[in-house]
């Protein structure tokens, strides 16, 4: 499986972002999907994950109620909503999936590559 993210960028305070992740190859064997954040000098954390039929979603607290992901399993896609923006979201985003919901929240099967967000103050 083959994970590629779009939509990383700059930004400002409060202003809203949409990254996209596609996946290619054995899509099949993917159940969960997920974005993960590694701030410079920090630890990648979890920010938010969905299973394969999009009613069991979870949120990290600090994103909670500004963030919201979704998928088209059609497209083999899921999509990050980004609003309200904040300073602290700055990080490279990682798309994440797994063959179980549980794995893709604490040890994703697979990565793609990140993607740069900045949000200036």
């Known amino acids: 499986v083959q994970l590629q993210a779009f939509g990383g960028g700059l930004v400002q305070a409060g202003d809203s972002l949409r990254l996209s992740c596609a996946a290619s190859?054995?899509?099949?064997?993917?159940?969960?999907m997920g974005w993960f954040r590694q701030a410079p000098g920090k630890e990648r954390e979890f920010v938010t994950a969905?299973?394969?039929?999009?009613?069991?979603?979870y949120y990290a607290a600090s994103v909670r109620g500004r963030f919201t992901i979704s998928r088209d399993n059609a497209k083999n896609t899921v999509y990050l909503q980004m609003n309200s923006l904040k300073p602290e979201d700055t990080a490279v985003y990682y798309c994440?999936?797994?063959?179980?919901?549980?794995?893709?929240?604490?040890?994703?099967?697979?990565w793609g590559q990140g993607t740069q967000v900045t949000v200036s103050s």
């Open positions: 994440a999936a797994a063959r179980s919901y549980g794995k893709v929240v604490s040890t994703p099967d697979y």
């Open positions: 190859g054995r899509t099949f064997s993917i159940y969960g």
């Open positions: 969905i299973n394969w039929s999009g009613d069991s979603i």
